[in-house]
């Protein structure tokens, strides 16, 4: 028995399977040890086996023993079998760095760093920007870089370039409620700070306060002028400082009421 799905991500769209089978033994027997091999194939030479669940069952008794992890064990190709083409040279997203009998350890070949300078920006509504980041590639047919392109909602009032430029970004203190950036470009760009857009954060630029904009759907971004500059996202939300305001006009009217009471409690003993 199997069943067939849709895999899509930003480079490939393909079939993947899951089966379900099993087979008799002509006798009861003590099974010592298996293996499940896969044979590499010229045409899929990034096929990938993925077992979900091995049993050994007594059909006399009606009973069934699934194998634990401990009971299985992960090896390579043997040296007379061709190893596979590794995945990270086809410029797919994961690519394998590590293995044992209970984990995988998987580098993302994609990763983006926490934060960095966009050159250009693309205006998209939400759906359109949600097609964009699924298939990586723009509604003109191009392929998307977010190294390159930010996708926001209204264009940034300070003119993009949209050219190749020299900008880097620093992160040089990170807290829960405050991340400070130093950045560098020889034009305007989009500061993209890898996190996701919340109400209560500011932005400020060299001090002074700006827009934060929400970018590539879910992300925090600023509008950066060209030469260097300190950017400071600091998260200060309505009700966090409607709350100081009260507790400082309830603590001032404390007082005022404390001295008044000790005015009169004088101005009585003298009398």
Known sequence: MATSYDVNDNQYKYKGHTYLTSFALPEKAAIESGEIVLEPQPQWPNLLLTVFRVSLVNATEGRSYPLTREMTKVESASPETEPAQPRDQKGERWKLVAESHLVDIYENARAL?????????????????????????????????????????????????????????????????RVNVQTHASGN????????????????????????????YALRGVAIPAGEHQVSFVYRPWSVMGGLLLSLLTATALIVFSAGRKSVRVTTGRS
């Open 113 to 177: 760093p926490r934060a960095w300078l966009a050159p250009e920006t693309r205006v998209l509504d939400d759906a359109a920007m949600l097609q964009v980041i699924r298939s990586g590639i723009l509604p003109d047919g191009s392929k998307w870089d977010p190294l390159h392109t930010a996708l926001v909602e209204t264009e940034p009032s300070n003119a993009l370039t949209n050219s190749a430029q020299d900008g880097r970004a620093e992160i040089t203190r990170y807290e829960p409620n």
């Open 189 to 216: 760009s989009v500061l993209v700070l890898g996190e996701n857009d919340y109400p209560g954060w500011r932005v400020y630029v060299d001090g002074q306060s700006a827009d934060v904009w929400r970018v590539n």
